[in-house]
């Protein structure tokens, strides 16, 4: 080969490298983007589920939770402390699976968020006035996540009808 044709070899091998040297800052932008948004998404969910958590009384709360479990009946206020912790709880669990989603949380444990979530959605349908609220709502929740609970919503109904249809 001459030397022009060396120099042409050199000069588009440099230009590959700077091509693929601004790709890869691309992507380590993308990358360090994702990790900020999922931070302040972090952040966000601390602050609603502090401020959830500091609006009830503990005892109250307790005393709900105990009727409730006991399978008596509970007033407005005690239905509201319970749904409060159950939003405070999804508010947990949608931050986990946005954090799962950029690859931030190990899929071990996503699924045991995961089952607990299911186990959230079945409450949902139990109780039906979460549930209306749930289909007017979504409780605000991001999309991807809302499309899990309510996917479980709909199976856990369909299934509670089967077996009543057999009963």
């Given at each position: 080969?001459?030397l022009?044709?060396?120099?042409?070899?050199?000069?588009?091998?440099?230009?590959?490298?700077?091509?693929?040297?601004?790709?890869?800052?691309?992507?380590?932008?993308?990358?360090?983007?994702?990790?900020?948004?999922?931070?302040?998404?972090?952040?966000?969910?601390?602050i609603?589920?502090?401020?959830?958590?500091?609006?009830?009384?503990?005892?109250?709360?307790?005393?709900?939770?105990?009727?409730k479990?006991?399978?008596?009946?509970?007033?407005?206020?005690?239905?509201?402390?319970?749904?409060?912790?159950l939003?405070?709880?999804?508010?947990?669990?949608?931050?986990?699976?946005?954090?799962?989603?950029?690859?931030?949380?190990?899929?071990?444990?996503?699924?045991?968020?995961?089952?607990?979530?299911?186990?959230?959605?079945?409450?949902?349908v139990?109780?039906?006035?979460?549930?209306?609220?749930?289909?007017?709502?979504?409780?605000?929740?991001?999309?991807?996540?809302?499309?899990?609970?309510?996917?479980?919503?709909?199976?856990?109904?369909?299934?509670?009808?089967?077996?009543?249809?057999?009963?």
């Amino acid at each position: 080969m001459k030397l022009p044709s060396y120099q042409f070899v050199a000069q588009m091998g440099a230009a590959f490298a700077v091509v693929a040297s601004l790709a890869l800052v691309v992507y380590e932008l993308k990358l360090n983007r994702e990790l900020a948004m999922a931070q302040i998404y972090q952040e966000r969910t601390a602050i609603l589920i502090d401020h959830i958590r500091g609006t009830m009384g503990i005892e109250a709360f307790q005393q709900a939770l105990t009727s409730k479990m006991m399978k008596q009946s509970v007033g407005k206020t005690e239905q509201r402390l319970l749904d409060d912790d159950l939003q405070a709880l999804l508010l947990f669990f949608d931050n986990t699976h946005y954090q799962y989603t950029l690859g931030l949380v190990p899929e071990e444990e996503w699924a045991v968020v995961l089952d607990a979530t299911k186990e959230r959605a079945r409450d949902i349908v139990d109780d039906g006035h979460l549930l209306e609220y749930w289909n007017e709502t979504n409780f605000g929740f991001r999309a991807s996540f809302a499309a899990i609970i309510t996917a479980e919503i709909e199976d856990y109904t369909a299934k509670s009808k089967a077996s009543a249809s057999q009963n």
